[in-house]
């Protein structure tokens, strides 16, 4: 065990080529940004590790860097890439005309058929009532349910 340590310290940038190799695979899959910034860190700490810097400063250096790549290029980096949001046009919905297709009542939801053909659940602002047949216009979205109005 002690001469499998001494083999790790006299060839640091190979271990820290190794720590560099398994955090861009670990990044590969799941893709958070989050492990690469510590492969950076180790690709710095290669060439850090031949100034024969103890293992106990490398280690210190390598940490200090990781966290400071996460807190301030992350978040830019997100930012940039539009990580972490699942943008949909659901939205553009809003002021639409449907058809309602099956009565809305209070206490019962129905259904109403948008613009596109796609047919979705309705429930009114309200609470009034809305017979099928009726044209009314989109409130909001709410999930899988359209908040409807009668058309003034």
Request: glycine share 8%.
């Amino acid at each position: 065990m002690n001469s499998f340590i001494n083999l790790i310290l006299g060839h640091m940038a190979w271990f820290w080529l190794g720590v560099m190799i398994v955090c861009i695979a670990i990044e590969a899959f799941t893709f958070q940004l989050t492990t690469v910034w510590a492969g950076v860190s180790a690709f710095f700490m290669i060439f850090i590790s031949r100034t024969g810097l103890p293992m106990r400063w490398q280690v210190l250096i390598f940490l200090v860097m990781t966290i400071a790549f996460i807190l301030f290029t992350r978040p830019f980096v997100m930012k940039k890439l539009k990580l972490g949001k699942n943008v949909t046009n659901v939205n553009t919905l809003e002021g639409q005309e449907v058809l309602v297709t099956k009565d809305v009542s209070q206490f019962e939801k129905g259904e109403a058929k948008a613009a596109n053909g796609v047919i979705w659940s309705v429930t009114s602002e309200n609470g009034a009532s809305i017979q099928a047949g009726a044209v009314c216009v989109i409130v909001r979205v709410d999930g899988n349910t359209l908040t409807i109005r009668t058309k003034d």
